[in-house]
């Protein structure tokens, strides 16, 4: 197993890394909408999807794989009343045939986010 690390999404903040890759497997951490140098999107529940998102795929990315190798993405919602308004947002990230998801609401997310996403790609 090995770190992933990349300077297209925000720096781990703690004792964890941006992800993690194995053969033939690479695992995010949960991502939440924080920019690459740090700052948090405090924009609505959809522009924070997006943020989170854009990080999802740079560590993917950086990891050997892609969005479009997820094979499994787990969102966790602050409020699960956010669900279409992410679901709106994600859709738009994945074309032909999605990964398998799971989307619940947690009492909070890190940094009061409204979102986390995490996700597992094939390399």
């Known amino acids: 197993m090995e770190p992933v690390e990349t300077d297209e999404a925000p ?25 690459p140098d740090g700052e948090m999107v405090d924009g609505t529940v959809a522009e924070q999807t997006e943020r989170a998102l854009e990080n999802v795929a740079a560590v993917l990315k950086a990891g050997g794989s892609s969005l479009e190798d997820a094979v499994k993405v787990t969102v966790f919602l602050e409020d699960i009343d956010d669900f279409d308004e992410m679901n709106d947002v994600y859709e738009t990230f994945f074309d032909d045939g999605p990964p398998a998801r799971s989307a619940v609401e947690v009492g909070n997310v890190p940094k009061g986010a409204a979102v986390e996403i995490e996700a597992v790609g094939a390399r």
């Open 11 to 35: 720096a781990a903040v703690g004792a964890y890394s941006q992800g993690t890759v194995t053969d033939d497997l690479v695992f995010t951490a949960g991502q939440i909408p924080l920019t």
